[in-house]
C-alpha cells in the first residue's frame, strides 16, 4: 500500500516481507541466556498489551474508538478483547494493523518490535479467519510462513494461537 500524500513515513517504506521476517532476523540467533531474557521480555510485554495494561497511544485509541472498536460504556476495548472478538470491526482491526506496523518501525528493542509485529499479524490473521479479508499484500505462502514462524515462538500468547493457527489454515488452502 502507497502512502497517502507526499510525506511518505517510515512505516510506509517498510516493505511487508521485511516486516514479515523481523521476528526470524530478531529472534533466532542463538543468544542462550541473552534469548531467554529477550523472550521472557517480549512475553511480559504482549501480554500487557493484550490485557490493556499497555494501552495504544491516545491518538490510536480515538481512532480504534471511531472505527468500532469501542465498547459499549464508550472505553475502547483492550487490544487483546479487539483482536479475539469475533465481532470486532474490520475497520479496528485494520487500524490495529496500520498502528503495530508503525509501532514496528519505531521501537528501539527487539522485544518490542517483536510484539509490534506479533499485534500486526494478528491482525492480518483477525481479518482473515472473521472478516474473509487479506489485510495484506504478502503472498498467502509468505503469510503462512510469516504466521508459523510466530507459533513457533516459546512467547507466543495462548490467546492468539488460535487465530494465528486458523489464519495458517486458511493461507494453506487459499495459496494452493
Not at 474508538?65 to 487483546?80: P, Y
Not at 505462502?141 to 487465530?163: C, I, T, Y
Request: a negative charge; charged letters at 20%.
Amino acid at each position: 500500500m502507497k502512502g497517502h500524500g507526499m510525506n511518505k513515513n517510515r512505516t510506509a517504506e517498510l516493505a511487508g516481507e521485511k516486516l514479515a521476517r523481523l521476528l526470524a532476523i530478531s529472534f533466532d540467533a542463538d543468544l542462550g541466556d541473552e534469548q531467554d531474557h529477550l523472550s521472557e521480555t517480549a512475553r511480559q510485554l504482549l501480554d500487557a498489551y493484550l490485557a490493556g495494561t499497555l494501552t495504544l497511544e491516545a491518538a490510536a485509541q480515538g481512532r480504534l474508538r471511531n472505527a468500532g472498536g469501542a465498547s459499549q460504556d464508550d472505553h475502547t476495548s483492550s487490544l487483546g478483547e479487539i483482536l479475539i472478538d469475533l465481532h470486532s470491526s474490520l475497520e479496528a482491526i485494520a487500524e490495529i494493523k496500520r498502528y503495530a506496523k508503525h509501532m514496528a518501525a519505531q521501537q528501539s528493542s527487539e522485544a518490542e518490535s517483536a510484539v509490534a509485529t506479533v499485534i500486526y499479524f494478528a491482525a492480518i490473521a483477525k481479518g482473515l479467519v472473521v472478516h474473509h479479508e487479506k489485510l495484506t499484500t504478502l503472498s498467502y505462502e509468505s503469510l503462512q510462513a510469516s504466521l508459523s514462524d510466530l507459533l513457533g515462538k516459546p512467547w507466543m500468547s495462548p490467546k492468539l494461537r488460535p487465530l494465528l493457527e486458523a489464519a495458517c489454515k486458511i493461507c494453506c488452502t487459499s495459496g494452493a
